[in-house]
């Protein structure tokens, strides 16, 4: 069954610190590996996309990893600000068709 | 915001009344999607068109009847819900070639709860 695993289920960084969560996946085949970033109450907006040749992407603050042989992903957030208190939602997709398969996402806080 | 609108941003239904969820894509996209977001539960796929034709109904109950008139419009008719369908219902859209999915853009969805 194509699973994926986020961890930690939330967490509370200072403003300023980095933080990093964790993707772990067992979706095949594979063809890429998103990050999204929701804001409460509002749609996910991709952060990142990465194939299986690519190991780490970044966008601005946020630097993405992937180990497909382990089958894990990170997202790194260096800096951190108040606007990115946010649920960030790991994605995998199959490649072929269109069901992506979603994780249950990590709930940063920023606080200040 | 994205190029994906969705109408109304938040309602409130009753468990026999019938109401209708509108997305609205502005990506010349070919495929657009249903999705439910419940507390601390990944997102769901509930229906896929993809140009304009239902590839995929994920066992969703008979009360929630997607249409999709055509490539930039999709609407999700709602009727007899029960108090647990209450979610936010999330609209995409994507460009599918050769079989194969592209981007998915989302839009702000709508807040539904049914008392």
């Known amino acids: 069954k194509n699973q994926v695993e986020q961890s930690p289920q939330s967490l509370i960084i200072l403003e300023g610190k980095n933080c990093t969560l964790q993707?772990?996946?067992?979706?095949?085949?594979?063809?890429?590996l998103r990050w999204y970033k929701q804001d409460t109450g509002r749609g996910p907006v991709s952060l990142t996309i990465?194939?299986?040749?690519?190991n780490t992407k970044s966008n601005g603050r946020y630097t993405a990893t992937l180990d497909a042989d382990t089958k894990q992903s990170s997202l790194h957030i260096t800096a951190s600000q108040l606007s990115d208190s946010a649920s960030y939602i790991c994605v995998v997709s199959p490649g072929a068709g269109n069901k992506l398969t979603f994780g249950g996402g990590t709930r940063v806080l920023v606080k200040p | 915001e994205t190029g994906v609108t969705q109408t109304p941003r938040h309602l409130v239904m009753g468990m026999t009344n019938k109401k209708s969820l509108k997305c609205e894509q502005h990506l010349g996209h070919n495929a657009m999607y249903w999705y439910k977001q419940s507390a601390k539960k990944p997102l769901e796929l509930m229906f896929v068109?993809?140009?304009?034709?239902?590839?995929e109904n994920n066992s969703v109950p008979s009360r929630f009847s997607p249409e999709c008139p055509n490539s930039s419009h999709l609407f999700l008719h709602l009727h007899t819900l029960q108090p647990e369908d209450s979610a936010l219902y999330l609209c995409?859209?994507?460009?599918?070639?050769?079989?194969?999915?592209?981007?998915?853009?989302f839009g702000p969805g709508t807040r539904l709860t049914v008392t």
């Open positions: 995409a859209s994507s460009q599918v070639l050769r079989d194969r999915a592209h981007e998915q853009y």
């Open positions: 068109y993809s140009l304009e034709e239902r590839v």
């Open positions: 990465m194939t299986f040749s690519e």
């Open positions: 993707c772990n996946y067992t979706v095949s085949p594979f063809s890429n």
